[in-house]
């Protein structure tokens, strides 16, 4: 990388510092604690590492017998120093982050078919975005408590169906934390919506609007552009555009590439399909690439909704239409980790970054070609498979050996498949549990196993939702009325306020063009 900035701490380690990719003066070096609070840089740019620390072959092995949540925590404090969370703080934090999974592995590595799968669904929200967003909402717990924004933070997300209910279940309770998320109608699973419904907790709110996930992240992204209301009502981000969710996901790289050559010691190097929309994830792999983790072939798998595949084969980033998909929550067609890619891509130069990200906005389209090309291609292969292929590998994972497949896991199996990747050093990582999408697996395989009683027993529960306009100036009114709704609540000490504030609200709300919805589903 190009730049080299660290602060000291009291411990004689080091933070790393961050910058904005566009490269804006005063969104420079900043430390863990500003970057996890302002989520999206003030000048529409991502948050990047001002250097990236190095972990050696000998650290590695060092960790091989460490627990998860213990590795993580060695992963982390490579980013984090004392200076801005301190190691017994950093230990709690991830403890008990980790504590919320079903599996003592937090995230098992299991062979099937000829390969590896790294199942990241045993979390409260059986998605792979509960390891980061656990994580996330307990360091804004702690940043909250020590100082940060006068103790209070608006939380403003989209969600194409996994963000959301994991962002709700980090923050669900959280002393100071306001949550909105955002969805489209109709372009999330059942049980998708209604994990974020069921929440009753009173600092979560879900909003659906009438549009695609690209329609939700841009509302975020204008509400973040937005200096008077992102300073009025001090707004965060649970988004991978969150570092800290990156940061988090990496440290599963490293645990799975254990694992895999625990069961086989010739293994040098591990190969990883991610099925990818946003590039966060599969980000990950390349930061811990950068790190010095023997990582081979990163794989990025897509949908019908294939701008990166586009990108990888042909240098074609062309923004289209969102094709609704048997994976909705790859249903994307602007991926907003990829900036962060295209800025190191630009050797690190934010005036070439910002050029390009000019061209996209006002044409939807960057193209590069030559070396650039040849670059991106050597960092990451790409495959992209449709609805017919994601089916037929669902069918047959569950036919030969007995393994369910989520839509979006299945996509970058048959990825593997395509690029003739099957082989004891290739992970495929299970990014959500299968039962959380019946109405697609049941395409495949029928009748269905039987799904988790966690999420079964979601349609008996009660939902509260609201839906919105796709307007900025409609979905901040919402957030407004919400946050005055909590704080008016704490003034009456919750004696008797909820019913009478909940009134003002629904006014508010219909001012806005919100419509609030409270149901509830017998069995």
Request: net charge neutral; charged share 20%; proline share 3%.
């Amino acid at each position: 990388m190009s730049k080299y900035a660290t602060m000291s701490t009291p411990n004689g380690n080091t933070s790393v510092t961050y910058s904005s990719t566009r490269g804006s003066v005063t969104q420079q070096n900043l430390s863990f604690r500003e970057v996890v609070m302002t989520g999206l840089a003030h000048d529409r740019g991502l948050f990047v590492p001002d250097s990236l620390p190095s972990v050696s072959m000998e650290e590695l092995e060092k960790w091989r017998s460490f627990s998860f949540p213990a590795l993580a925590v060695e992963v982390i404090s490579k980013f984090v120093g004392d200076d801005q969370v301190p190691r017994a703080k950093l230990e709690d934090i991830v403890t008990r982050s980790c504590a919320a999974f079903r599996k003592e592995d937090v995230t098992p590595v299991i062979d099937v078919g000829g390969h590896a799968i790294l199942e990241l669904f045993h979390g409260p929200t059986f998605a792979f975005k509960d390891v980061a967003l656990q994580m996330l909402g307990n360091f804004f717990e702690y940043f909250l408590e020590t100082g940060s924004n006068g103790g209070r933070l608006a939380v403003l997300g989209a969600t194409s169906g996994d963000t959301g209910s994991a962002a709700i279940y980090g923050l669900r309770g959280k002393k100071g934390v306001d949550c909105v998320i955002l969805y489209p109608h109709g372009r999330v699973s059942e049980i998708q919506e209604r994990q974020m419904t069921t929440v009753p907790d009173s600092n979560i709110h879900c909003v659906s609007i009438e549009g695609t996930f690209d329609d939700c992240q841009d509302l975020v992204k204008a509400s973040f552009a937005d200096k008077s209301f992102r300073d009025d009502v001090k707004l965060g981000a649970v988004n991978s555009i969150n570092w800290c969710r990156v940061l988090a996901q990496t440290t599963y790289y490293f645990w799975t590439h254990l694992r895999v050559t625990d069961k086989h010691k010739d293994v040098k190097t591990v190969n990883y399909s991610v099925p990818t929309g946003n590039f966060g994830d599969i980000l990950a792999g390349y930061y811990a690439k950068r790190m010095g983790l023997p990582v081979g072939k990163l794989i990025v798998a897509t949908n019908e909704n294939d701008i990166l595949h586009r990108f990888f084969t042909k240098g074609e980033y062309h923004r289209r239409d969102i094709a609704k998909t048997i994976s909705p929550s790859m249903d994307i067609c602007v991926s907003s980790n990829f900036e962060r890619y295209l800025f190191h891509l630009a050797n690190d130069d934010s005036s070439t970054l910002l050029s390009w990200m000019d061209t996209f906005e006002s044409t939807g389209k960057i193209s590069v070609s030559g070396k650039k090309l040849a670059q991106a291609q050597n960092d990451f292969l790409s495959a992209r498979a449709d609805t017919k292929m994601t089916l037929a590998t669902i069918k047959t994972y569950y036919e030969k050996y007995q393994y369910m497949l989520c839509p979006h896991s299945a996509v970058g199996v048959n990825a593997i498949q395509q690029l003739n990747e099957v082989n004891a050093h290739t992970v495929c990582l299970a990014t959500a549990h299968d039962a959380k999408f019946p109405a697609a697996c049941q395409r495949a395989v029928d009748p269905l196993p039987t799904p988790p009683a966690q999420l079964s027993e979601l349609f008996t529960m009660k939902t509260r939702s609201s839906s919105c306009k796709n307007d900025l100036k409609a979905v901040q009114s919402f957030m407004k009325t919400k946050i005055q709704e909590r704080v008016e609540a704490e003034q009456m000490n919750g004696k008797g306020g909820d019913n009478s504030v909940m009134t003002t609200v629904v006014a508010a709300a219909a001012i806005a063009g919100i419509t609030m919805q409270v149901t509830k589903v017998l069995s």
